[in-house]
């Protein structure tokens, strides 16, 4: 009964291919396809070499930290990223926040986990938590992009998902306004966990951009204040520089 509902689902609203727009149609002897054959290979996924702690692709192997590693202190153990933002990743993840493809986050979910799922074994992450968006940023759009991601991956991993747990108390500027000093002053204080107490000893943050870091080192900052052991972060897209976002 599931399978049939599922495809039925799929013929009333059929998914649209997350770098096209192409709307992907199914039958109920073949699975849906998340993308078209001819735009998998559009996005440029993030390959070696990349910074040890945040995941950003470097030009140079020898390097091991990228620019903001280095002159920049960050809270959490290590991030990973499954795209470099530009191009064709870079239009569908406006597409996904701003003109709500929400189904598109099966597909990203689908790709983090086959190329993060062991890492994420690995680290022993006990929950995910999404990136929050200010109460009247999320009426305003329907819904938290991170979130959406974030229950995909933990779907898929059987992880639970804390959507509460961290909460936004100032409604920030977009960063991509910001030059680095005012991206870190923009998002002081700007997190706060409902909780006072967390036990929990290894959390992965879930974002959809990674830029300099800023955001997540906040939230990393609020979640250990907290009281978690270990933090790492996982983005669907990361920059190479300061025009990521």
């Given at each position: 009964?599931?399978?049939?509902h599922r495809h039925l689902m799929n013929l ?34 993030v390959r070696e070499p990349v910074c040890k ?69 690995r680290c022993g992450i006990e929950a995910l ?117």
């Open positions: 009964m599931k399978f049939y009333l609203f059929p998914p649209r291919c997350p770098f096209c727009d192409r709307v992907m149609f199914s039958s109920v002897f073949l699975p849906p396809e998340f993308v078209c054959a001819a735009c998998r290979r559009k996005a440029e996924y702690k945040c995941g950003k692709p470097l030009d140079d192997e020898q390097q091991e930290y990228c620019y903001d590693c280095i002159h920049h202190r960050h809270e959490f153990v290590q991030g990973k990223a499954l795209w470099v933002y530009r191009g064709s990743a870079k239009k569908s993840v406006y597409r996904f926040k701003y003109h709500g493809r929400q189904e598109y986050a099966r597909f990203y979910a689908a790709e983090l986990v086959e190329a993060y799922g062991g890492w994420i074994k938590v999404p990136i929050p968006l200010f109460r009247r940023r999320q009426r305003q759009r329907g819904f938290n992009q991170a979130e959406r991601i974030a229950r995909e991956v933990g779907r898929r991993m059987d992880i639970p998902v804390y959507g509460k747990l961290l909460v936004r108390v100032r409604d920030t500027r977009a960063q991509k306004e910001l030059n680095d000093e005012e991206r870190k002053i923009n998002l002081k204080k700007a997190f706060k966990t409902s909780s006072n107490k967390v036990q929990l000893n290894h959390i992965l943050l879930i974002d959809d951009i990674y830029t300099t870091g800023s955001t997540m080192n906040e939230a990393a900052v609020e979640l250990k204040r907290s009281g978690v052991g270990e933090v790492y972060c996982l983005s669907l897209c990361i920059g190479r520089g300061y025009q990521e976002e």
